[in-house]
């Protein structure tokens, strides 16, 4: 919990309401934020904190968690939408990595986690400049 600021007494109906709007941004920013998946047998929910990369293989999309590895049908453009706004990058046409489980970059390869994703060419700027703007703004902390 934190301190987001003070209102001077007269409480002014617009003073409050800015001082209110700005902490209610605050916790949705912060808040854990979720994603329903179709599996086979079931629809499951994820935490996106926890997925650690996303891959892409005949429309088959399997999502690599903390928690394990669940596949659903779909497409990469899809996840990215549900995924937008988080730190996740492309490093080639099948891989989609979350930043916050990036370890080490090679010339040609990322690691996140204890796997080894290659980065293509044509997307090695691209994941290389969302990686150093993330580091930047705090990441790897």
């Known amino acids: 919990m934190r301190a987001f600021d003070f209102i001077v007494k007269p409480v002014n109906y617009y003073n409050f309401k800015l001082k209110l709007s700005e902490a209610i941004n ?28 996303v891959d892409i293989i005949n429309h088959y999309v399997t999502y690599h968690t903390t928690e394990g590895e669940f596949t659903s049908f779909g497409s990469l453009l899809d996840v990215q939408s549900k995924l937008g706004g988080h730190n996740f990058i492309l490093c080639n046409r099948c891989y989609l990595v979350n930043l916050d489980y990036v370890k080490s970059v090679t010339a040609n390869s990322v690691f996140v986690g204890e796997t080894e994703l290659q980065i293509s060419r044509q997307k090695r700027a691209e994941f290389m400049k969302a990686l150093n703007e993330y580091v930047s703004e705090g990441g790897f902390v």
């Open 26 to 53: 605050y916790i949705d920013r912060n808040r854990e934020k979720q994603i329903w998946i179709s599996t086979k047998n079931s629809k499951r929910k994820l935490d996106v904190s926890h997925i650690i990369y």
